[in-house]
């Protein structure tokens, strides 16, 4: 079992940048992919990145490919997320989340642990 805490989170103008981390617990924690979703009210939880174990193979969708960078430091249990050129419509709640094994799926059920979540909001 793993418990994901996540921070970083704030409001920042159109253009900005933040970047999120994600302190996972337990001694195995490098043996689990993350994944970065968000939700943004009345929406679906949207995939935003993943990573494998390693952090050599990292995923995207379209809407944030350019913008957005995945990375883990296993040492430190932790996994970031640089949010670069964001717009309005990044915002949402963003939470990490984790599944044990080495396959990055990009749907919400597909993930068995998730954080609190921490809200991003992107003002115009």
């Known amino acids: 079992q793993v418990q994901l805490v996540e921070s970083g989170g704030g409001l920042v103008q159109a253009g900005g940048s933040l970047r999120l981390s994600c302190a996972a617990s337990?001694?195995?924690?490098?043996?689990?992919?993350i994944g970065w979703f968000r939700q943004a009210p009345g929406k679906e939880r949207e995939f935003v990145a993943g990573?494998?174990?390693?952090?050599?193979?990292?995923y995207y969708p379209d809407s944030v490919k350019g913008r957005f960078t995945i990375s883990r430091d296993n040492a430190k249990s932790t996994v970031y997320l640089q949010m670069n050129s964001l717009k309005p419509e990044d915002t949402a709640v963003y939470y990490c989340?984790?599944?044990?094994?080495?396959?990055?799926?990009?749907?919400?059920?597909?993930?068995?642990?998730w954080g609190q979540g921490t809200q991003v909001t992107v003002s115009s």
């Open positions: 990573i494998r174990q390693s952090g050599e193979h990292t």
């Open positions: 989340s984790a599944v044990q094994g080495d396959y990055v799926g990009r749907s919400a059920y597909e993930y068995d642990y």
């Open positions: 337990g001694r195995t924690s490098s043996r689990y992919v």
